[in-house]
């Protein structure tokens, strides 16, 4: 049986008849690595998305885009979910070999579903941002009030302190005020 050695040492010697020198063969190596831990990296962020997506799904807005007349984009928010853990559960399972080996395709999939994750996290922070618009709207003192006239009081000429618009017709007896009052 031969030495371990001399087995490397006719397999360099095959790879230098190919051309490949051990600084080829490094540098392919550690390019290899190197997809590997941008995968890994890619395998982690989508991680993170998802735990992201799960806990705005909880959020009012997130509520709201599960519900039954939002079907069709419930289907798509929950199919993302499912498509990343399945991803990721197929990345952490396999073997270092089939890691190595399926390393541009598995980094561009993860970045994919990652983007797709992003885009639905993106679209209920908008919907919540939405909701909270409209209710600090409706919560907040109307900033116009209008008054009538009863008659004995002249319309305002414009020169009080509160500012008048639009001009009050002479004849009509309602007019708006601004109030710049807090209460």
């Not at 799960?54 to 519900?67: D, Q």
């Not at 007349?69 to 073997?95: C, F, I």
């Not at 919560?139 to 002249?154: K, Q």
Request: proline share 4%.
């Amino acid at each position: 049986m031969a030495a371990p050695w001399e087995i490397v040492g006719k397999a360099s010697n095959l790879l230098q008849l190919l051309g490949l020198d051990a600084v080829t063969l490094i540098a392919m190596a550690m390019s290899v690595l190197w997809l590997h831990d941008h995968a890994k990296e890619e395998c982690r962020k989508l991680e993170e998305s998802a735990r992201m997506l799960r806990s705005l799904l909880r959020t009012p807005a997130g509520s709201w885009i599960m519900m039954e007349q939002h079907l069709q984009l419930g289907v798509l928010v929950t199919g993302a979910l499912s498509d990343a853990h399945a991803l990721v559960e197929s990345y952490n399972g396999s073997t270092l070999f089939s890691r190595l080996r399926r390393g541009r395709s598995v980094s561009r999939q993860l970045r994919d579903l990652q983007g797709r994750i992003d885009s639905y996290c993106g679209l209920i922070l908008f919907v919540n941002a939405c909701h909270l618009i409209v209710v600090q709207a409706n919560s907040l003192p109307s900033l116009v009030r209008t008054e009538t006239n009863d008659g004995d009081v002249p319309p305002s000429t414009g020169h009080s302190i509160d500012a008048e618009t639009p001009a009050a017709a002479p004849d009509d007896d309602t007019h708006v005020i601004i109030d710049v009052r807090h209460e």
